[in-house]
């Protein structure tokens, strides 16, 4: 059903921006279209990355997901670092960040939490995140920060290049650990191995192609997306800030909410908690340091400098979730609570 | 035995201090004369209000409880509202804070662990109250803090009117989740349910009769006694901040802090963590918030802003403490740590 | 082997360190010969501690280690607090809990990790650690920091002398819980008992005459150790903070890094983390707060006030540390976290 929707709201949204685009509508119109558009190809982006993994075998497929699963935002970013928009880019990962790690778990968690009395998910799992959510943020982000108060431009840059290639480096790593050489290792004992039997939805060339064209039409309308964002500003009151934390993270990752809390639904906490938490992950420890290298290859490079409001929503949010999720079990108040997090941090940006 | 004591603090108190108001005695005599009567008529309103709890049953009784625990606190920080003292009302919530969490829970873990080797406490509660001091500190207090550096003073108090409704909702839903959803879902099995066929100490009606009286009492005192701060400041060299981060703090806790290391004493070690952490996340969740909102029928209105130097006291305690207490364990050490971290805020507090 | 080497290079340090500094060598040279020696003459400080401590049983032995586990950077901070170089030594202290943390942890987790899938440690210890760590960095070393913004420098004085005799206070009350009253109570299960029956290396008097005679070569060394860090730092283009934090951390821990190494290697980790952490507490809550009030006889006294970068880096180094030692369990990845996060710093205060 769903697929259904997102079919049809690509094959309107496709055209209509671009003829909205050629005929220059209104940005107000055109922010939308493209913003639902987005949605409707990244759920298509999503579902071939998803074939291709199963084809690939749990290794490469596992590298699939964790390297093309945020490439929405990876692509959005882009064009953003190129119209020069460095603070909408860290202020849409900051967002993406917060948007997982408070929205997407805590519905996940509530919704889910109200169905069943308490929900257990992979506490092994939890751990690790929680060691990588700490490395990543509380590290890797607040260090440049507090390092570069007493720095030039050019050793902050130097830092966030250290630093990126650093996060990159542990997230590969990450990922040999999980798919290699802990493996099943912290299995636990309820967790069905039924899963890997899984059928691709397309065949692999199939996949590719979808890929491919979606990725292409993503890119074509973020370059467009990305020059609304003043004109939309203005028009609403909400300050770049506002739109990048809370409105573009909410249209790059709309898949991912959506399919994490129908696994929270059926009881698969697992695979809800590995969407919420790993998609934040893989925007912290891959996007971001990515973009930060390519952004060298720009007119204006992006060091990874945070505003103040932006770094300490997401150290908060992470300390509470690591403290939340840390004994493996959720219930309907806990999600609650992330909720809650998330309303406080958007009337904040909403204000600033 | 202690109620015999108060009894007569009472009745000496209550008369002394409406004698010494009107007759104008020193400010210092009188600032000794009304905390020492507020304490003992808090210990009334404690034994009022646990009655009424009792009679009511464990659903209305909880809410009683987490609604009228800190009643003391509220109406002396009304009082000091209306006389523009916002400075030491969030000094002597702050206060409360910092008490409740390292000073009651460091006395009861203390004490309790001299004559217990290992003390053990229901570890899912534990969890539970971690999530909300994280909820309410990290997230509530922290973010107004870092967003007000930019924002001017309509747009902090929006923030802070938002972030104390938030507050006040989550609280509720702390209380229909513990008291409705998930009444002993959560139940360690060596926990009795003996304590369910409590006698109330006193019938509804004399209860309630007491509650009144003792809560006029408490309203009539705290409004003078707030105007001896200022006076007791200057002969002391104590900083208001001072008087109310310690002084205010240990006068409206006194009653639950001798309550809460008699329960560590009979190895209840349950009931003490409740009452010092409950208490403090009444303070943080409830009388605070509610306070913020009082404020705007004042002239001046209080914000959700603490000092850096209150903030950063609450947030490092609030750490500590998830860390110390979230194994569901305490021994006399860690009851030594929580109060070498309160001497050391103590004198940080006398200080400045 | 190891021990044959150490052997050699204190025969060769020793007296080349004398007649270099008599025939004013080149600083550069003087810094390397001094470092190497003193690294080896630590390495006999170290077996002669442990000789002495298997001599005069648990308690006292215990006690021993406790004190004189980290003699060389207390000798090498005493002569750099002389030549008033405060900085130097705050740095070198930082360093040498980042070292300890994440260094000397992340090279055992990592090296152990890759030889042994899962390694397991008491996890009561690490909790009991973790309390520490929290109460040491983040509220004793974070308050004076925050406080001192709005205090003069008297009263920023006595608050570090205060948190001084507050941290020792704790750091004995640590021995004496961990030693006396709770010896063996938080024992796990597969913890062999045969390591009481240790052999002491050396006599008693042999150890004592050793301890004293490297004692003695170490703060020789040490006196003019510190006066090469000027000219070694303009020539590398050091900054003075780099050289504290990284140089003279490594060189004040070098031993302990190897046995900790080894020690992981063979599994043993409840010893690697007692070396890794419990070094780090030691410096923490013994060797820094001694330093404090030991500069209060010198020119210039020390206190307790880090930079923000220092400060920042240890804070969120504990924080890393708690969540990742909580669980009592260790693989390569989690070492490699803690090494990741090590280089991060390393950057950061290299181009400081």
Known sequence: MTNKIFMLMTFIGVPLSIIGTLMHWSYIVLFIVYCLTIIALASYMGRATESLAIVAGPRI???????????????????????????????????????????????????????????????YDARHNSGL??????????????????????????????????????????????????????QSNNESVVHEEEEPEWSKGKAIAILAIATVAVGYISEHLVHTFEYVGETFGWSELFIGVIIVAIVGNAAEHASAIVMAFKNKMDIAVEIAIGSTLQVAMFVLPVLVLISLFFDSS????????????????????????????SNWFEGLTLLAAYVIMGIGFYLL
């Open 61 to 123: 497929g596992g590298l699939l997901n964790a390297t093309f699963g945020n490439a929405v935002e990876l692509i959005i970013s882009i064009f953003a670092l190129k119209a020069g928009l460095v603070g909408v880019v860290l202020a849409s990962l900051t967002g993406s960040v917060l948007g997982n790690l408070l929205l997407v778990a805590g519905l996940s968690f509530f919704i889910g939490g109200i169905k069943f009395k308490r929900q257990q998910f992979n506490v």
């Open 133 to 186: 959510l700490m490395f990543a943020v509380i590290i890797a982000f607040v260090i440049p920060e507090v390092f570069a108060m007493n720095m030039n431009e050019t050793k902050t840059l130097s830092l966030s290049i250290g630093i990126s290639v650093i996060l990159i480096l542990l997230y590969l790593a990450a990922l040999f650990f999980k798919l290699v050489t802990h493996r099943g290792v912290y």
């Open 302 to 329: 992006m060091p990874l400098l945070f505003s103040w409001q932006e770094l300490i929503a997401m150290v908060s949010s992470v300390l509470l979730m690591v403290v939340i999720s840390n004994d493996g079990e």
